[in-house]
């Protein structure tokens, strides 16, 4: 059997790379494994394709797998048959546990054995960004190890990449393309790979003891959000039913509507509306407002803009040459389509053989611990264009049942500042917003008036400006500066709140998280404890649906302050109502509501059609 040996930082640390069937030794290994009730787990699989299905797709298949204690290592190949059958004795065994640096190993295990690790793993990723959430602070395996231990693991990085641009042929060396070559074609049996992979395990393992006394002043975090990441780990394996005829005959018409709006401009042009000299056109059309420009200084041509410009010609303050806005409104329709499109054909290219998707999700990703998902990017489907959510389906026989907070964010804000108007507005059971812009104009106040107090309510209390909230409402800046003024008087304590918060170095919110204020950004302290108590108060609900109703297996996804569950269609009600009882809850004597609905088949609910007057003639005249 092949051993390595390396030393960093007076550390020594020995790798086992059993070549072949009888190269391995099952006794020392079976030693090893028993030496430790923690082992550092990792592995090398092939490259995974962005855009594609990942640990699900075809292009998947790990290479080597990795156990390692704080002194060894052992790397082990799952293509040989006395090996696998090793590596799944130590991973079926309900009590093992193992430390790892991300879900991609767990997810990986789970891809190549069919084993799910649930709450046996401890994330050194996960940890460190409950240490310091900021993702500027450097969260990578190497950076953490540079950090804490040494340059051992980052030395041995180096020569795998020294090694991958050596061995892979011309063609495949400029960039990133050596490593991409490497990870699918270095030999198993190389002395760079080995090491390095046999060192993930061990440095994962030597950090896990080091991050776990950082986080003694919270750690009841820690239990609570490695359960939450073996949840979402769980929505990732199971994944979500993609509609693919629709998706598919969708993603045709929205193409079609796209190719329609530039062909257009081409044919009145001669460019594409996606063209530099679309824009520049563009910007000789207009009086009255300038439109913003790149760095490079040419006119900037963005769903924003011009949307921005459409409000802005409705109102008076800019004008078109003649023929204009019909081009105009060619370009928002690319620029609307252009974005449907690459959803679309991210889901498509996401789906598994089984037609599924399984969305990565980050529980972690901001400051606040809102989680975040990707691959696709399910979390930016809004909810007023259901199209794009009714891509997603639920099993059949199933229904899915959604809840989502009721204005939480604003409940909190009452609840952190005590501020006794608001508390008062909250209590009395009424629309917040309708009280506010009440509060603001008057009873006779505009739909346009609840709209502005609405944008400057979330606005105000996230420290957002005049200029932002013009922005965001089409109204004057001198306007949005009084509204922001009157809203300012209507809850003072709000506004005290926010500015005694912004001196705090720290933000530590009522669950314990601690939150480095951004020295270029103070006033967002009070984003930060409104948003991460919100955050959590959504956890506790999911935790309580999961431990005392044992809907861990139902968990369909979470998007924002929403949860998603998919239940037989007998159970749709009841589940309705059982969602309801566990998001409804106190903070701090503020009452915190939810709103839950039978979703149906589909994640998004599309209008039914309008029956044409021919057909709605013959429907009434139908026998009864």
């Keep these: 059997m092949t051993v390595y040996t390396r030393t960093h930082g007076g550390h020594t640390m020995t790798i086992h790379a059993p070549a072949g069937e009888r190269d391995f030794d099952p006794v020392a290994f079976a030693a090893f494994a028993a030496s430790d009730p923690v082992l550092g787990l990792d592995v090398e ?63 990986a295990v789970w891809s190549a054995f069919g084993i799910a690790l649930g709450q046996r793993v401890a994330d050194t990723h996960l940890l460190s960004k409950l240490i310091n959430p900021d993702e500027r602070a450097g969260h990578g395996l190497k950076d953490l190890t540079r950090r804490y231990l040494d340059d051992g693991l980052t030395q041995a990085e180096q020569a795998l990449h ?25 030999p198993a049996t190389d002395e760079a790979y080995a090491i390095y992979a046999g060192l993930d395990a061990v440095y994962a393992r030597r950090l896990l003891p080091i991050l776990l006394a950082k986080c003694g002043a919270f750690s009841h975090l820690v239990r609570m959000e490695h359960w939450l990441a073996a949840q979402s780990a769980g929505i990732t394996i199971r994944g979500l039913l993609l509609d693919r005829p629709y998706t598919t005959a969708l993603l045709a018409e929205t193409e079609a509507e796209h190719r329609a709006a530039d062909e257009l401009i081409r044919a009145r042009l001669g460019v594409s509306g996606g063209s530099p000299k679309f824009a520049y056109w563009l910007a000789e059309q207009v009086t009255g407002v300038v439109l913003p420009r790149t760095p490079t200084g040419r006119p900037q041509i963005t769903a924003d803009t011009l949307n921005q410009l459409a409000g802005d010609v409705e109102a008076g303050r800019a004008h078109l040459t003649p023929g204009a806005a019909e081009l105009i409104t060619a370009r928002r329709a690319m620029a609307a389509t252009s974005n449907t499109i690459a959803n679309l ?63 939480v964010e604003v409940r909190v804000a009452a609840a952190l500042s005590r501020d006794p108007t608001l508390m008062r507005v909250i209590a009395s059971g009424v629309d917040i917003h309708d009280a506010t812009a009440e509060l603001m104009y008057g009873p006779g106040y505009t739909k346009q008036q609840r709209t502005v107090s609405k944008r400057a309510t979330f606005g105000t209390i996230y420290g957002g400006g005049a200029r932002a909230l013009a922005a965001q409402t089409g109204v004057p800046v001198a306007t949005a500066r009084g509204v922001i003024e009157r809203w300012r008087r209507t809850y003072p304590r709000v506004i005290s709140f926010g500015q005694d918060i912004a001196q705090a170095p720290v933000v530590i919110t009522g669950s314990g998280r601690r939150i480095p204020a951004d020295p270029d950004r103070p006033y967002a302290n009070s984003n930060y404890a409104i948003q991460s108590t919100s955050r959590d108060l ?43 009882q566990a998001m409804t809850t106190a903070f701090r004597g503020v009452p915190i509501e939810a709103d839950a609905e039978i979703l149906g088949t589909h994640w998004g609910h599309l209008p039914e059609p309008t029956p044409s007057p021919a057909h709605e003639s013959t429907r009434k005249a139908a026998p009864q």
């Design 45 to 107: 699989t092939r490259a995974i394709v962005p855009g594609g299905p990942g640990h699900f797709g075809p292009d998947a298949g790990m290479r080597l797998l990795q156990l390692g204690t704080p002194t060894t290592a052992w790397v082990l190949n799952p293509t040989i048959p006395r090996q696998r059958d090793a590596i799944e004795q130590v991973l079926r065994d309900p009590r093992r546990q193992f430390v790892t640096h991300t879900t991609y190993d767990v997810l």
């Design 345 to 407: 054909r991210s889901f498509l290219a996401a789906a598994d053989t089984d037609g599924r998707v399984h969305p990565s999700i980050n529980t972690l990703r901001a400051r606040t611990g809102r989680m975040s998902i990707t691959a696709p990017a399910l979390q930016t489907l809004k909810k007023h264009d259901p199209r794009l959510r009714h891509c997603f389906r639920a099993d059949p026989g199933n229904v899915l049942v959604s809840c989502d907070f009721s204005q």
């Design 538 to 580: 959504l956890v506790a609900a999911v935790y309580e649906l999961v431990t005392r109703h044992g809907l861990h297996d139902r968990l369909w996804l979470f998007v924002h302050d929403e949860l998603i569950v998919q239940v037989p269609a007998q159970q749709a009600e009841s589940t309705r109502q059982l969602l309801v």
């Design 162 to 186: 020294e090694r991958a641009r050596q061995l892979a042929p011309r063609g495949h060396r400029a960039g990133g393309g050596a490593m991409s070559w490497g990870w699918n074609n270095i």
